[in-house]
Structure formats: structure tokens, C-alpha cells
């Protein structure tokens, strides 16, 4: 196949691509806005939960034993990034779900 084949095939792909984004009702339109959406927030927040829990574990202070100020609020405030990363992720498994079926 030379290259024009491929310019070709390159081209068709193109334009399915193009017709199926243009073929897209607002109800799915919608569906891939929560799923991109959830997706992105989702590893935004995990990510600044990596980096906070380095953070506390280079201090020393996140494995103490003899740490007493580890309530359950303080790990709940600790670990919130998780908690809305793990919920985000939900959302846009969710609307994948929803977009699929």
C-alpha cells in the first residue's frame, strides 16, 4: 500500500470520528461531560493525597505510635482527598455506565 492508502484510511478515520462527536445526543454529550469531569477531579485530589501523605510520612509525624493527637477527625481531615478521590471516580464510572448503556 503506498502512501496515499494511508492518507486515505487516515482521512476515514477522521471523518467517523468527526460524525460520531456530531451524532452525539445532549443527553450523552452530558454524560461524557460527568465522566471526563469525574475522571480529572478524581486524580487531582489523589494526587494531592500522594503528595500529602509523603509529606506527613517525611515529617515523622504520619507513622508516630506516641502521636495523640491521631483522632478520627484527624484522619478524616487527613485522608479527605482520598474520600472525594474515591468519590469522583464513582461519579464518572457512573456516567460511563450511563453512557454506555
Request: hydrophobic letters at 50%; proline letters at 1%; charged letters at 15%.
Amino acid at each position: 500500500m503506498d502512501k496515499s492508502g494511508y492518507d486515505k484510511i487516515i482521512l476515514v478515520e477522521k471523518s467517523n470520528i468527526s460524525k460520531m462527536i456530531l451524532s452525539l445526543s445532549p443527553q450523552n454529550i452530558t454524560y461524557l461531560a460527568i465522566v471526563l469531569f469525574g475522571m480529572i477531579i478524581g486524580t487531582i485530589l489523589l494526587i494531592v493525597w500522594i503528595i500529602q501523605k509523603r509529606r506527613l510520612a517525611n515529617s515523622g509525624d504520619y507513622y508516630a505510635k506516641n502521636n495523640t493527637e491521631l483522632d478520627l477527625w484527624t484522619y478524616i481531615k487527613r485522608n479527605i482527598a482520598l474520600y472525594g478521590a474515591f468519590f469522583c471516580y464513582v461519579i464518572g464510572i457512573s456516567g460511563f455506565f450511563l453512557l454506555v448503556l
